[in-house]
């Protein structure tokens, strides 16, 4: 069989189409861009990047971890008297209306960077009635109201921190403030307690009330005076706020007080709290009001009395004596 040849000038044709296609193809590759010039070039068609934007501040749990702030949620901080109401009793050197503000002014802070929605019931040195400071809370749906307070009372033995509330529905929110506060307090722990105070009865949404120790125990009333402390305990509020439902549905002991700040003593879950029920107590808030109108319808009972008695008396004295004229005539 004949075996085909090629000749050399078809060999020739075909490595010279090779070369001149070679040749067309080589400006084409050299034009591609270099990866950094490609992202470049997309950046001026789509525009520059947006900035990163900044993540919001969330208050930093002890235990090590982060929990982000529950957004909808409206804290109606009341900072009880004000005013010329400095609360406390006769005679006490540190006025309670001063130390309530200041504490509840840095739980406003902690919680605003913390991206919470704050409301104060007042913000200076004013008086509001326990009416106008119910009506605030109750005009927010998705809402909490912690009353601050401090303690006082003739013994100056007493002394230790106290959370109260007054609905089923408060009872977690008090147990996570008082398990904090209590905890963080070089102070006695006295307890959870049920009672009817204005402010947390007439309140439709979850409130308690903390007493932040007694003003009239010197220790006490000497730490509430540095403000380090002030800020110690706001921090442990706004702790037991952000926290409020992580707390088990499950009565627990409470949490044994320790000076140490190690991240391993706090745990997952915070107890819920026993509680002393006090509702059958008389709210003091109500009690002088009640007093003073009692003593005005007795004023007012006790005159009545005095002008009848008195009428009747004439009365009688008058009838006597037409009976003795008639007799004479």
Not at 6 to 12: A, D, G
Not at 35 to 58: D, F, I, M
Not at 193 to 202: A, E, K, Q
């Amino acid at each position: 069989m004949r075996q085909k040849t090629i000749s050399p000038m078809r060999n020739f044709s075909f490595i010279l189409i090779l070369f001149l296609a070679g040749l067309s193809i080589a400006p084409s590759v050299r034009a591609l861009p270099a990866p950094s010039s490609l992202s470049e070039r997309e950046h001026r068609v789509n525009g520059p990047a947006a900035p990163r934007a900044t993540p919001k501040p969330v208050m930093q749990r002890r235990g090590g971890g982060s929990q982000a702030p529950r957004q909808s949620i409206t804290v109606v901080i009341d900072p009880g008297h004000g005013g010329y109401d400095r609360g406390g009793i006769a005679g006490q050197r540190v006025a309670e209306s001063v130390m309530n503000l200041d504490v509840a002014q840095r739980l406003k802070a902690i919680l605003q960077a913390s991206g919470y929605r704050v409301v104060m019931t007042r913000d200076s040195d004013v008086f509001i009635p326990l009416g106008t400071r119910v009506a605030i809370g109750n005009s927010y749906r998705d809402a909490i109201f912690v009353c601050i307070h401090f303690n006082a009372t003739p013994r100056r033995s007493a002394s230790g921190i106290e959370t109260y509330f007054y609905s089923s529905q408060s009872l977690g929110l008090a147990s996570a403030i008082h398990y904090y506060v209590a905890g963080g307090a070089p102070s006695a722990n006295r307890g959870v307690r049920r009672r009817g105070f204005y402010v947390l009865r007439n309140t439709r949404i979850p409130s308690v009330l903390v007493e932040c120790g007694f003003l009239t125990n010197p220790n006490e009333a000497q730490y509430a005076q540095n403000s380090s402390y002030r800020q110690k305990l706001a921090l442990e509020i706004a702790h037991g706020i952000q926290n409020r439902e992580s707390v088990a549905r499950m009565a627990g002991a409470t949490r044994i007080v320790s000076s140490s700040n190690s991240s391993t003593l706090e745990p997952e879950t915070v107890p819920l709290q026993p509680f002393i029920d006090q509702t059958h107590y008389r709210d003091p808030d109500l009690s002088r009001g009640r007093h003073r109108r009692s003593s005005k319808s007795s004023k007012s009972t006790s005159s009545k009395r005095h002008k009848t008695s008195s009428e009747t008396a004439s009365t009688k004295s008058s009838t006597k004596k037409k009976r003795t004229k008639q007799a004479e005539d």
